[in-house]
């Protein structure tokens, strides 16, 4: 899908440079053609030499190149792509390209493109935590810019933590997604997440625990595998995931009118920790203490069970309805009966006695419960399990 793909790769002056000359090699293999643009500082880390020769073709230096002018002007050369990459994305790059600087030739070309720009960061996990980065991070999304990694792991400065670039192929599949592949390209996922409030008064509300990170994660990854991505979220702790179409909601009555709003989909996700019950006697105004030490009586109404009634819902429905089991005790008899009860395809248990540290916590050690039986998966990041739970999804929808 590659094929004949024109992509503008500006190198970034830091250590993981080097993996940019597999990337090149990589795109090239599938038929990209490859225009690199190095920075200055690039070239203290790569020759210009070895990265003409794996591109086939003319490196870019510096802004004030006139035969480069004459030949093809930098607006030009900024347009003529199908995807700008930037790899490795330093925190400078980040923050010239989050301020709007344009005094090399990669920051130009990123501020006079109309083409889309996706960025593999790299750089020390310090500088990658430090809030600058992380403000220059959000900027760039909510401007549109596409973002792959960076991954945890050792770095070359001996640090351990986020930082180091995303591999030459999971940039590659990026790029793919950014250019409309991936196989989850052209389905619609809807996924739901994070808790809900149910008040009880204007200022005070029933909810419980969740953070959404489960949610997040998975809708990140369905993203990331070409999905265009519905996210209802409720009050949750962690961002919706970047690139999905975000419905936020409080409450599970509101939650269901967003998910049945959002349908059709060809799969819908239900990792919402849904409130079962709503106050059915919440108050207008604040509650008072009356004086006489007696409590307010709330009286409580069930919820609409929302992963049931899409799951029930006959004509219209998702193709893969999947949802989650939260227990505490007999995780695999409760999440079975829970699965034939709702009537979803899937179920993905887990265990949230707080001795596992789940609830809350960024690692998950799930069971997925399908007509097949059960598949208990090892104990694993929030992000991995989003990860592989998302290629099952593509995998049930081809
Ligand atoms: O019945 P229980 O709450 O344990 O079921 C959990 C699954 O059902 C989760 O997938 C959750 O998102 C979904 N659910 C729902 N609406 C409710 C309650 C649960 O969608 N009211």
Not at 195 to 207: K, L, S
Not at 369 to 382: F, H, I, M, N, S
Request: aromatic share 4%; charged share 20%.
């Amino acid at each position: 899908m590659l094929a004949g793909k024109r992509i503008l790769l500006i190198i970034g002056g830091g250590i993981a440079a080097y993996k940019a000359l597999d990337l090149i090699r990589r795109l090239k293999e599938r038929g990209a053609a490859v225009t690199p643009v190095l920075t200055r500082a690039a070239e203290e880390f790569v020759t210009p030499l070895s990265v003409g020769a794996l591109a086939g073709g003319k490196v870019h230096r510096a802004l004030f190149d006139l035969t480069d002018e004459a030949e093809m002007g930098h607006i030009q050369l900024s347009r003529v792509a199908d995807l700008i990459v930037v790899a490795p994305a330093t925190a400078d790059l980040m923050a010239k390209m989050a301020g709007g600087h344009a005094d090399d030739l990669a920051s130009t070309l990123i501020l006079a493109t109309d083409t889309r720009v996706l960025i593999a960061p790299a750089m020390n996990v310090r500088m990658w935590q430090h809030p600058a980065t992380q403000r220059n991070l959000a900027m760039l999304r909510g401007d549109g810019v596409l973002t792959v990694g960076p991954n945890d792991g050792d770095m070359a400065c001996g640090e351990f933590g986020p930082g180091r670039m995303a591999e030459p192929l999971e940039i590659v599949a990026a790029i793919e997604t950014a250019l409309g592949g991936g196989p989850l390209a052209g389905r619609h996922v809807l996924v739901t997440s994070g808790p809900t409030h149910e008040p009880i008064d204007p200022v005070r509300y029933i909810a419980n625990r969740s953070s959404g990170a489960q949610g997040a994660a998975l809708g990140a990854a369905l993203v990331a595998l070409g999905a265009r991505v519905t996210f209802v979220t409720g009050p949750a702790t962690v961002p919706p995931p970047p690139g999905a179409h975000v419905v936020q909601v409080e409450t599970a009555a509101e939650m269901l009118a967003a998910v049945e709003a959002a349908l059709p989909a060809d799969a819908a996700v239900f990792a919402a920790a849904v409130a079962d019950w709503r106050v059915a006697n919440a108050s207008g105004a604040k509650l008072k203490k009356d004086g006489s030490g007696r409590a307010p009586a709330l009286e409580f109404a069930e919820n609409p069970d929302i992963l049931a009634t899409v799951s029930q819902m006959g004509p219209g429905r998702p193709r893969l309805v999947v949802g989650f089991a939260a227990e505490t005790d007999d995780v695999l008899a409760h999440a079975s009966a829970k699965r034939a009860r709702k009537g979803c395809d899937w179920i993905v248990a887990n265990d949230v006695r707080p001795a596992t540290g789940i609830m809350g916590g960024t690692e998950n050690e799930v069971t997925l419960v399908t007509a097949d039986g059960a598949e208990a998966w090892p104990r694993l990041r929030k992000d991995e399990v989003a990860r592989r739970l998302a290629a099952r999804i593509a995998g049930a929808l081809q």
